[in-house]
């Protein structure tokens, strides 16, 4: 994982973003952050383990079809299958090691 700190890459409302090997921030001060960087991590090793060009395209796909679902921005982001399991578990800082392949 690399850690890169550019405020400008990112929108308003985001505080980091995985794009494996990578992971984005807004502020050097979210390195200390242990649940905002586990969160990140499940994200990174969802992407190794679908090699990450498909990690992408399923998550535009669901993406799209929870928007559909949802006909909110938000709602549609919170319930893509990643983003459920990376919520549920950032707080859980030992998961990675014993989480299941495609745990998602």
């Given amino acids: 994982?690399?850690?890169?700190?550019?405020?400008?890459?990112?929108?308003?409302?985001?505080?980091?973003v995985a794009l494996w090997p990578f992971l984005i921030i807004k502020e050097p001060s979210l390195k200390a952050d242990a649940v905002f960087m586990n969160?990140?991590?499940?994200?990174?090793?969802?992407q190794?383990?679908?090699?990450?060009?498909?990690?992408?395209?399923?998550?535009?796909?669901?993406?799209?079809?929870?928007?559909?679902?949802?006909?909110n921005y938000y709602a549609a982001y919170r319930n893509i299958?990643?983003?459920?399991?990376?919520?549920?578990?950032?707080?859980v800082i030992l998961y990675l090691q014993k989480r299941p392949f495609w745990g998602f």
């Fill in 81 to 91: 299958s990643f983003e459920r399991e990376a919520y549920a578990k950032e707080e």
């Fill in 1 to 16: 994982m690399i850690v890169l700190v550019n405020r400008f890459l990112l929108r308003k409302k985001f505080a980091g």
């Fill in 48 to 71: 190794a383990e679908l090699l990450v060009l498909f990690f992408y395209l399923w998550y535009v796909i669901e993406y799209a079809i929870r928007l559909l679902q949802y006909r």
């Fill in 39 to 46: 969160h990140e991590r499940i994200h990174l090793r969802q």
